[in-house]
C-alpha cells in the first residue's frame, strides 16, 4: 500500500482526489491537511464521501506529510513550491496538481502567474506528467508536475500532427471550453448558478496562463516554434472540456485517422473515435478517457482535431492518480477504470 | 461468475445495468437483446462504455436467454410478463426493473397499467426486491420486482415509523420530485432540454402508478390500511430523486433520530445523516444510497422526512445489482462500492 | 413621471427592478444608489441594461432621495428600517422589497431576523403590499412592505380555502421550491453553479424566516389561529418558485375550481388554469403573473393546490411596480405586460 | 395596424414569433395555421401566451392568408416555397424564417437542402433580410428571406473585417455555439435534457446547412471568394448563439475598436462592447441585440471576434419583426425594444 498525504483538499480537484484514492486497492489516504477546514471531518464537508473516506482534515504543517510515500498538492498555485523542496529532502515524492513546476523556465513562470518562484532550482528535476509523452521519466521522477486542464486536451489532440510536421505551426487555433468546475470552488460571483447557467462566454482572449503551458509541449512535440491562439470559454455545466483544433495541413494527402489511431495504439486513456464523430463531453464524465476524433471538413487543407475531458479527472485527479501508478510501477489503469456516468 | 442476460438494455435504465455489471467482479454479461437496435455495438449506442462493453444488441427471441442464470428486464412495462413464465420454466431467475411483477394485486395492476396481466399466478412467486425489506425472501426469489424509483425512496423513508405505529396512517403525504431521466429515453417533447431546464412543475396529481406500489409496502409495514397523498414533479436536472415526507405523529416524545439510526443500523446502502441535515441528491449520484434526515419542525407533531436516492441506481440498476447479489450469495455490496460523483 | 429612487439595486431584485423601470412609461429613474458600486455606471455591472439605463450608482446617504416621488429598497434585511423614518418625513413614499416591514409584531421580526427594530413605531402605517389582499390600503399608502417571495406564491395558493373556512387550520402544509436567484447574487459556495445545479435539496426545514410572514397572512385570512408546516426546497434551475401546497378538506362537497376561478375573477395577475393542469414555473418566467391549479386526487379529502411564480417578477421587483402603479392610480398593469419568455 | 398570419407557429421560433407580436404596438395577430394543431387554442399550447393570444390553430390552407398585409412562415425547410407564389399573387407581402428563399442559386440549394426548389424563378427577388446589410431593399421587398441563427452571428461578426479588406480571405473560422433551442422542438432523442445537459459537442463538422448561407453573405461583403471553416456546436442551455471568429489580419496596425464602432454606430441592434470585453449570450437573452467584442490576442496578427445573439431572437423571430417594421415604414425597434432577462 502506498501511504498518500494530500495537501490542500478542499476544493473541486481535492475532492474528486479523495474519490479516487479511497476506490484504488493500492492506496491509502494517510492524511489530507487543510488550514482553514482543522479538525473538520472531511465527510462532513463531502457528504458523498461518508462510509469511503473517515479522516479529519489537519494543520498543514503536520509532521505526516514526512512520512508519506507520495504527497498531492491540491493547492492554489504558488502554495506548493514552498512545501516541495523540504519533502523532497525527505524523500517523499510529490505529484503537483497546480501549476507550480510545469513551465521549464521560471521567468515564464514569474510573468504569467505574478509571483517569484520559490524554488526555481527544483524545476529542472520536475517531470511534467502527460504519460502520453513522459510516461519514462515519470516512472523515475522524484516529483511530478500534473498538466492543466486544458493543456491536456490541448496537447493530446494536437501532438500527432505536430510530431509528423504535418501543420503550419503557425496556424495553430484552440477553441476550447470547459465546465464551470474549472474555476474552482471559490466563492466567486462568476461562478455563481445564476451567472453561469444558461450563459456562455468567452474569458481571457488576451491571455490564459494555460498558454505558456501549452506552448511548451506544442514547441517540445514540434521541435520548432509555433504561434497559438488559445480562446477558453465557460459553458454551463459542471464538468468537462472540449477543445476544438484548427490547424492548417502542408501537405497534400494524409490519412489523419491512421495517424491518430496509431498515435494512441497502446494508450490507455485515449481513444480515437470513428471517423465522422463528434465526442460528447458526457461521455468521459467521471472517467479518465481522452476521446478524439479528426475531421478534414469538405476535404479542405484545414484540420479540425475534437478532443474531450473530463477536467477533474484526466485534466486534474485522474491524471494525477496515473502518474502514480507509474511512477510506483502498478498497473496504469488501477483505481482508474470506472466508466463515464451517462447520463 | 454469474452469466447475465438483459432484455431491454437501450433505455437509461439499461445502460446504467450495463455500466454496473461491466464493473462487477463476479457477473459477465453474456448478451443483452433489443429489437430496434439488432445488430449494433452497444458502445455505438453509448460511448462511454467503449473499452468496457464489446458486445451487440440481439434479437430478443435469442436463445441465449435460456443459457444465463440471471436475466434483467429493463423493458417497458407489460412485456416482460410475456417472456418470464418460459424463462423460469428453464431455470432462469429473472429480476424485472419494469412494473410487471410489482403489485400482488392483479385487478390493482390491470386497473393502472391498462392491460390484462399475462401471468397472474406468477405474481404470488415474486418477491418484492427491496433488500431492506425482504432480504430473506429475495435470496430465494426465482423472480424479484424491483421496486419502482419513488417507491424505493418514499417507503425507505416512512418504514421505521409506520412500523412502530407512531403516526396517524391517514395522514401521509409523500411530495417527491425527480429528475428528467425518470422519464426515460424515449423521444416525447417533454422531455426535452427546451422544456424541462429551467423549469419546475408537478404531474399526475390525480393518480400516479407508483402510488398503489407505495400503498402496498406501506400498509404491509404498518399492518393496517393507509391513505397516502403523492404528487410527484418534475425538476430539471438528469438525476436523483428527493421525497419530502410528512406525517403526523400520534405519540408524544419520541426520538426520531435515534429510530432512525437503529431501524438502518445494518443496512449498507441506507446512511441516516446527523441530526438537522438537509440531504442532496447528488451525494448520492451514481451511487447506490439511500440517505436520509429526518426532522420534527418547531417541535411540533408532524414528522418531515427528506429522503434522497439516485433513480437510475438504488431507484432501479443498482437496486437490481444488490438483489443479485443477494439471490447469488455474494457480498451485497459487491460492484456497487463507487462513490457519488460530486461535483 | 414618478420620479423613482432605488436603494441597493446590486442584487438580482434590484436589477430586475431596474429592467422594469426602465421599460415602465410613467416611471423615471432618477437615481440608484449602492455603498460599494458608487460611481460605476448601472450597465457596466448589468450589459443587459446598456442602452437602456444609463445612469450610474451613487452614494445612499445622497440627498436626492428626497427628491424622489417614489423610493424602493432592494437592500439585505435590516438595512431599509434606518432610512425609512427620514424619507418619509421628506414625503417620500417607499415600497420597501426587504422584510423589515413585512411583520406586524416587532418582537416576532426580531426572533426571525435578529435584530431589534429601528422604528417599530412604522410598523402601524406600512401595508403588506400583496395587492389581491389589500389593494385599497396600498392605494393610500406612505410605505408598502412587499411580500416576500414564498409568502407570495403560499397565500395566493391559500387565500380561497381559508377565506370560506373549507379546510382544518392545523392541517397546512407548503412544500416550496425555489430557483437559486432566490438565495440573491451573494457570492456564497452554496449558490455556485457546480454546488446547486443537477442537485434538489431542502433547506432550513427546522424554520425559515418566511413562515412568520406567511402564517401572519393565513391567519388574518382565516380569522383563527393556523398551523403551518413550511419546508423550503432549492432547485437548479435560475427563476421560479413552486408551491405545492396541502390541506384537509372540512366539508363533504365543494366545486374548488368554481371557488378559485370566482376568487380571482378580476385579478390581473393571478390566472387560475383549467381543471386537471399543473402549472409550470416557466410559463411565468419574466412575467408578474402568478398561475394557480387546484386537485383533489381520488376525490379523497385533501386538497393539493399548485402556485407558481417567478420569483424576482411577482415574488419581488414586479410585485414592487404593480404596488407602484397603485400607489399612483396608474393601470394596475403598466409595465408589467411582458409575456413570459419560453423556452 | 398591420393585418398579421403566421404559417407554422409550433416550434420555438413560432412561439416567439407570437410572442412578439402580441405586444407589437402595430401588428394584429390575424391567424395562425398548423396542420397538426387546428382548433386547439394557441394558449393551450404554450401557457405563457394565456391573456395574451386568444386565437387558435387553423388550417394552412384557410384563405384567411389572403386577406393579410404580411405572413410569416416559421415552417420547416422547403414547406413555404409551395405557398409562396400564390401568396405573393394575391399581393400579400411575406417574411420567410425557414431557409427556403436565403441562397440566390438554386443548385446550391439543392445539394445542402436536397429537395428540387419549387419556385427558383422566385429567388431573385427575395431579399436577403439582414437589415444591417440589406436595409433600404428589404423597404420595399415583396419577399424577405430571413437570416438563419448562426448566419446572423458570424456575418455581424466578420463583416467589417471584410468591407475593408483586413483579413486574409482563405483564413477565416467560425466556432459557434448554440443552445439546444436552435434544434426545433422535434421530439428528437438528441434534444432530450438527458441527453444534452451536462455535456457538450459539435456536430455537422463535415458540412452544415448554414455554410454556404454565411460564405454567400461573407463573399458578398468581401467582393472576393472566401474560404470558411465553420464548426457549429451545442452547448447546455436553452437560448443563445456564440460565435468565436478567427482571421488573420493582412495589415500591419489597425484599430479595430474604432473599425468595428463605427461600421455599427447607427445600428439599433448591434452593440459594440468596450475594448477587452467578454459578452455573454445571457445579455441578450429575449432581446434584439446582437453583442460583438474584438481582440488582437498578444498583438499578434490573428483577430479574434466574440459575437453572441439569442437564436430565436435575433437569429429568428426578432429579425423578422424588424424585417417587418422596415418593411411597413414603422420604427425599427418598435415591439423590439424589451430589455434581456438577466440572471
Redesign the interface.
Known amino acids: 500500500m502506498i501511504k498518500v498525504g494530500v495537501v490542500g483538499g478542499t476544493g473541486?480537484t481535492g475532492?474528486e482526489l479523495l474519490?479516487l484514492i479511497?476506490?484504488h486497492p493500492q492506496a491509502e489516504l494517510s492524511l489530507i491537511t487543510s488550514r482553514s477546514e482543522e479538525g473538520k471531518a472531511v465527510a462532513d464537508m463531502?457528504?458523498?464521501?461518508?462510509?469511503?473516506v473517515d479522516i479529519r482534515f489537519s494543520l498543514p504543517d503536520n509532521d505526516g506529510l514526512g512520512d508519506c510515500d507520495l504527497v498531492f498538492f491540491a493547492t492554489p498555485n504558488a502554495v506548493a513550491m514552498h512545501q516541495v523542496p523540504d519533502l523532497l529532502k525527505q524523500g517523499v515524492r510529490i505529484v503537483d496538481l497546480s501549476a507550480d513546476f510545469r513551465l521549464r523556465d521560471n521567468k515564464e513562470w514569474s510573468r504569467w502567474y505574478g509571483a517569484v518562484h520559490a524554488c526555481p532550482e527544483i524545476l529542472e528535476q520536475a517531470v511534467y506528467g502527460l504519460p502520453e509523452v513522459n510516461r519514462a521519466a515519470i516512472k523515475e521522477a522524484r516529483i511530478v508536475a500534473n498538466p492543466g486542464c486544458y493543456p491536456t486536451a490541448v496537447q493530446l489532440g494536437f501532438l500527432p500532427l505536430l510530431k509528423q510536421n504535418l501543420v503550419n505551426t503557425s496556424s495553430l487555433?484552440a477553441?476550447a471550453?470547459s465546465?464551470?468546475?474549472g474555476a474552482g470552488?471559490g466563492?466567486?460571483?462568476g461562478?455563481?448558478?445564476?451567472?453561469?447557467?444558461?450563459?456562455?462566454?468567452?474569458?481571457a482572449?488576451?491571455?490564459h496562463r494555460h498558454l505558456p503551458e501549452i506552448k511548451q509541449g506544442l514547441v517540445q512535440a514540434a521541435s520548432m516554434d509555433v504561434?497559438l491562439?488559445?480562446?477558453p470559454?465557460l459553458?454551463?455545466?459542471?464538468?468537462?472540456i472540449?477543445a476544438?483544433l484548427?490547424a492548417d495541413l502542408t501537405v497534400g494527402q494524409v490519412d489523419l485517422q491512421s495517424l491518430y489511431e496509431e498515435a494512441y495504439a497502446t494508450e490507455p486513456f485515449v481513444?480515437i473515435?470513428p471517423q465522422?464523430s463528434?465526442?460528447?463531453?458526457?461521455?468521459?464524465?467521471?472517467?479518465n478517457?481522452c476521446?478524439i476524433a479528426v475531421?478534414q471538413?469538405?476535404e479542405?487543407n484545414?484540420v479540425?482535431v475534437?478532443s474531450?475531458i473530463d477536467n477533474l479527472v484526466k485534466g486534474a485527479a485522474g491524471q494525477a492518480v496515473q502518474n502514480m501508478n507509474i511512477m510506483f510501477g502498478l498497473p496504469e489503469s488501477m483505481g482508474l477504470?470506472?466508466?463515464?456516468?451517462?447520463?
Open positions: 473541486y475532492v474519490r479511497a476506490g463531502y457528504p458523498n464521501l461518508r462510509g469511503a487555433i477553441d471550453k465546465g464551470v468546475s470552488r466563492a466567486s460571483i461562478s455563481l448558478l445564476c451567472e453561469a447557467s444558461e450563459s456562455f462566454k468567452a474569458y482572449v488576451s491571455g504561434e491562439t488559445f480562446v470559454h459553458t454551463p455545466m459542471i464538468r468537462g472540449h476544438t484548427y481513444d473515435l465522422g463528434h465526442p460528447e463531453t458526457r461521455s468521459v464524465k467521471g472517467s478517457y476521446r475531421h471538413p469538405q479542405g484545414r479540425v475534437l474531450v477504470e470506472a466508466i463515464a456516468l451517462m447520463p
